[in-house]
């Protein structure tokens, strides 16, 4: 396949990382993660070797539902920063080759919305019809609670209009009604605003909700749901030819697949990739086997997706483990192995758990995981903080203990998505994971895994190691070369012969002010030194290695 093919579909080679904006990183020292903290930890991503960044809500909310419960679809919570702090965080991750997708969470708003605040004030108002209200609850409507912890009914009663409305999750998420043309159109100009913001796409929540018609009573007279899916993609891509809608579907093979498009013509107008439940579903049970034949099925069943659309593969997601589509017997397999403890389990269906601690810290096991993840057709999507090794607080309530971090010192204006070192998995091996506690904003990030997992992103993309975007390009080291930049051939010999010397890559020519220290990272500095002859003796340039690759610096002592 033409790499200018590929470099169209980018999102065939991206390497997608999830983070929560609120629980990453501090930049003003008040506690809480924001987009000024976001942009200045953007280069620990370019080292991983991330190409899109994938944001959780960051919109205004009241915090009932971790940012899911929106308030302005067009704004910044002020917490996080503002609209500029946005823009900027967008500009400098494009500027490291990194695209940006977001959240769509169309399916429904909180309570304290201003759509709905004047949709319950009265029968006729505005607003009314753009959600979905019953004298009573119907019979043939929408079966089935997502939060049973936490809810019992689908439908709430309100008293100030006498009438029930539809909530899908918390009833304090009273559901949209997509079926209505103004909602659709407000839906599009959402889309085409943070479009224009620069994002690239979207990952739309709950995507069988967003389209669900049961309990309307013009069900039968509605547009097809799924031409209302075709248009939004292809307002999308007469707005940004490059823009993705990342689909959360979590239903069977046969199921999922419809939501790429009309299975008949493999043009995949709908979505551009569904996640694939199903097989991380079979991972977990096969390694809980430690029998690769459940993953192995799983992956002959897998449908293939249409040409221009992928498969979204994963270890770990925001949302709870789930392990619905397990039977009874397989789940208790799964819970055994990485969750035998009632709090460690959630709605009798999935884990709350995240990787690390799942493997009792052992690095090999979580190293297997994610090498398997990166050999697996499909476009891997990663969670923050599992190459931290970061472990889950199960002391916080429901799904929230997979980002609620430990403790967070303000006056410090640490990392919030570390916790503090005792209550980290510990790899096996001895070597201990850094925290807070440990290490401050200031120092660069030094991830529990060492470097060779990492090098796995690069072999996925288009290229291989010496164009991959995992390195930090040269110019930032005073070079002006760019990522993959050679040197002329006598330089490029003279390079490698003082590689080989290994030691002296780190020797420093005489002390003082006029001294000469190379690194791997940059040009050898001419200059003077006070030592071995007097003042004034002159040190011959010689020229330093070049990182051309990603594998890890090896310390003065020649060992890895």
Known sequence: MRLTRTSDLWWKNAVVYCLDVETYQDGNGDGIGDFAGLTQRIDHLVRLGVTCVWLMPF??????????????????????????????FVRTARDRGIRVIADLVVNHTSEDHPWFQDARSSRDSAHRDWYVWKDEPPEDG????????????????????????????????????????????????????WTQLGLSGFRVDAVPFLLETDGQSDAGDLPDPHEYLADLRAFLGRRNGESVLLGEVNLPYDGTTRFFGDPSSDRGDELTMCFDFVGMQQMYLSMARHDARPLAAALRDRPAAPRDAHWAVFVRNHDELTLDKLSDSERAEVFASFGPEKDMQLYDRGLRRRLPPMVDGDRRRVELAYSLLFTLPGTPVLFYGEELGMGENLAAEGRHGRTHPDAVDPGEGRRVLHRRAGRLPQ???????????????????????????????HRTLPGGPRTGVGRLPLAEHGRGRGPGARLPRRRRHRAGRAQLRGPASHRTAGTGRGRI?????????????????????HVPRRPAPVRLSVAPRRHPGGRP
């Open 427 to 457: 790899p096996a091996g001895g070597r201990r994971v850094r925290s807070p506690e440990d290490q401050r904003v200031r120092a660069e990030p030094r991830p529990c895994f060492p470097a060779e997992p990492h090098a796995s992103v």
């Open 59 to 88: 919109y205004p909310t009241r915090e009932r539902d971790d940012g899911y419960d929106i308030t302005d679809f067009y704004g910044v919570d002020p917490r996080l920063g503002t609209l500029g702090d946005f823009a900027e």
């Open 142 to 193: 929408p079966q089935g609670v997502v939060f049973p912890d936490a809810e019992d009914s689908l439908w709430e009663y309100d008293e100030g209009s006498g009438q029930y409305y539809l909530h899908r999750f918390y009833k304090q998420q009273p559901d949209l009604n997509v079926a209505h043309p103004e909602v659709r159109d407000e839906i599009a100009r959402i889309m085409g605003f």
């Open 517 to 537: 220290r190379r690194t791997v990272d940059g040009p050898a500095r001419r200059g003077t030194h006070r030592s071995q002859g007097g003042r004034g003796r």
